[in-house]
């Protein structure tokens, strides 16, 4: 069974702060981790993936994120947050093996002005 | 391209009613899904389909029921709603296994009184 942990019910952070939400993983196989961002009454937008390669994957809107397979880790970053970063932020969990991702319980992100 | 659409995007129901939840892709997906989400509880998977014709069960799937009889529609049914199913109600679709994550709608904001 593969499972997302996202330990911060909420994070909070002043604009032009570095902001990260962190997310550690369990799976049987290889790991395809996602970061997802959730906007009030919206659904689920795609932030960036790691399949292989380079541990630090950039996305859209200036995050990125780091793998870490000795810590299984995938904690999403952004040098200087703004207050449009405020949203809801999921981290997802494919195994190689298997084709249905699960999701942690999501981390509420508040930028404040 | 309209991606995933879901309708309606509301409803409340009565408990013992029932009703269908649409979803339609237009990508060509070959994998869809129905997820739930509950506060604090981030997406739970409810059942997904591998292509048309074929369903699965996901973690949570007393209660619903779902169909694939065309490749771009995915059904969710309630045969009779219960209160535990108020929840938003989100369709996803990916093209293929670690691909660049799913696609998701809009969701289904959906009461059982």
């Known amino acids: 069974a593969q499972s997302v942990a996202q330990p911060e019910d909420q994070v909070n952070v002043a604009e032009g702060n570095p902001l990260t939400v962190k997310c550690t993983y369990s799976?049987?196989?290889?790991?395809?981790l996602f970061w997802y961002v959730q906007y009030p009454n919206r659904g689920l937008q795609f932030l960036l993936k790691y399949i292989t390669g380079d541990n630090l994957v950039k996305g859209s809107y200036g995050f990125e994120a780091e793998f870490n397979k000795s810590q299984t880790s995938f904690h999403l970053k952004k040098p200087s947050a703004l207050v449009s970063d405020s949203a809801l932020y999921f981290c997802?969990?494919?195994?190689?093996?298997?084709?249905?991702?699960?999701f942690g319980a999501g981390t509420t992100v508040t930028v404040r002005a | 391209n309209a991606g995933v659409t879901q309708t309606p995007k509301f409803r409340v129901l009565k408990t013992g009613q029932s009703m269908t939840l649409l979803c339609a892709q237009d990508m060509n997906h070959e994998y869809m899904y129905w997820y739930r989400q509950d506060p604090g509880m981030g997406l739970r998977l409810i059942h997904y389909s591998v292509g048309e014709g074929t369903t699965a069960k996901g973690e949570v799937p007393d209660g619903y029921n779902v169909s694939r009889l065309k490749k771009q529609n995915f059904l969710l049914g309630l045969e009779s709603a219960a209160p535990s199913q108020t929840s938003v109600y989100f369709c996803a679709s990916s093209y293929y296994v670690g691909s660049a994550g799913y696609t998701f709608g809009s969701g289904t904001r959906l009461t059982v009184v």
């Open positions: 997802a969990v494919l195994s190689s093996n298997d084709y249905k991702l699960s």
């Open positions: 799976v049987s196989g290889n790991p395809y």
